[in-house]
């Protein structure tokens, strides 16, 4: 059980900001929100976390709601090379393994 | 950046063989993971492994897998007797902390087992 729900599809336009949303409402206090995405033919690739504030990589930024029960993966510009499925995940302090729902999987087009 | 090395990248055998995956983690990395993902479906964990032994494991990984770090460089996920259900995209993957404390995980392109 993955415990985060996201939406199967999003589309957007190449140079465009995108919004990726992931409710998890029953988070606790101590769990990680991890971001993963996976292009096709590719193993997942990292691509940012937090804990309670917002935070920022060169990949994207992380907006995590103050009750923290959703976040939401924002990039930047989008470019055809970020067309993947976008993995939104929870990760407790007292495990080590990752629990992949089905993700969003996010077209972009020229 | 340093990368999780995966070989072979496709394997095939027959159903009732032995198949050994093999993984170079980066190098400074302390804990190891096998993940599959079948074809279509999520990605779903194995196995973790620390201090040469096994810290977390799956339903999935049940007497028929086996992890071992030969040396120090080498990961390797053992199936002892195929099933045609094994077929899947195997991913190895390391990190230096453990994934459940603030560290980021890297993932290897995987090695597509396919039992004939």
């Known amino acids: 059980d993955a415990k985060t729900t996201q939406p199967n599809s999003m589309e957007s336009n190449e140079e465009e900001p995108v919004h990726l949303p992931c409710n998890h409402s029953t988070i606790s206090g101590t769990d990680y929100i991890h971001w993963y995405r996976q292009l096709p033919s590719q193993g997942p690739e990292y691509v940012i976390h937090g804990l309670t504030s917002n935070v920022n990589n060169r990949m994207a930024s992380l907006a995590i709601a103050e009750d923290r029960k959703s976040s939401t993966l924002i990039l930047h510009r989008a470019t055809l090379r970020d067309a993947a499925v976008y993995y939104c995940i929870r990760i407790s302090y007292n495990t080590d393994k990752l629990i992949f729902g089905t993700g969003t999987r996010l077209q972009v087009f020229p | 950046e340093p990368e999780v090395t995966q070989t072979p990248s496709h394997q095939v055998t027959q159903m009732g063989q032995e198949v050994i995956l093999r993984c170079v983690p980066i190098?400074?990395?302390?804990?190891f993971y096998w993940y599959r993902q079948i074809l279509g479906q999520k990605v779903e964990f194995l196995v973790s492994f620390y201090n040469n032994e096994i810290s977390e494991k799956s339903e999935i990984f049940d007497d028929q897998f086996s992890v071992e770090r030969p040396d120090g460089s080498n990961f390797t996920l053992k199936i002892r007797s195929t099933k045609l259900e094994d077929s899947a995209m195997y991913f190895c993957?390391?990190?230096?902390?453990?994934?459940?404390?603030?560290?980021?995980?890297?993932f290897g392109s995987g090695t597509q087992l396919s039992v004939l």
């Open positions: 190098s400074n990395h302390l804990y």
């Open positions: 993957a390391s990190n230096q902390e453990g994934a459940g404390f603030n560290e980021k995980l890297f």
